[in-house]
């Protein structure tokens, strides 16, 4: 089991910005790609952006490129996704995953932090 644990949610109006925390527990963290994912309010979940292990590879959903920067500190443990520019439909429930490289498959999950967007 690989811990992670979300935070920085809350609410932001239309056009500003927030940054989310991923942290995990031990160097393990460290072997895994991470990527973030986010459920809005009668919505599926859905993929924002993915980081490789080193944080040289990311990958961005469509709907947030240019807005949304995923980055990530390995002396920390920890995976950012910083979001600018935000809009009332990126009001969701936001969740870090972890995955094996190369894999789509994700390992762990965290619990989500909420970012609310007001118009």
């Known amino acids: 089991q690989v811990p992670v644990v979300e935070s920085g949610g809350g609410s932001v109006q239309s056009g500003g910005s927030l940054r989310l925390s991923c942290a995990g527990s031990?160097?393990?963290?460290?072997?895994?790609?991470a990527a973030w994912f986010r459920q809005g309010p009668g919505k599926e979940r859905e993929f924002v952006a993915r980081i490789s292990q080193t944080g040289v590879h990311t990958l961005y959903a469509e709907s947030v490129k240019g807005r949304f920067t995923v980055s990530r500190d390995n002396v920390k443990h920890a995976v950012y996704l910083h979001l600018s520019n935000v809009k009332p439909e990126d009001t969701a429930v936001y969740y870090c995953?972890?995955?094996?490289?190369?894999?789509?498959?994700?390992?762990?999950w965290g619990q989500g932090t909420q970012v609310t967007v007001s118009s």
């Open positions: 995953a972890l995955a094996e490289r190369g894999s789509d498959e994700y390992l762990y």
């Open positions: 031990g160097r393990t963290f460290n072997w895994y790609s």
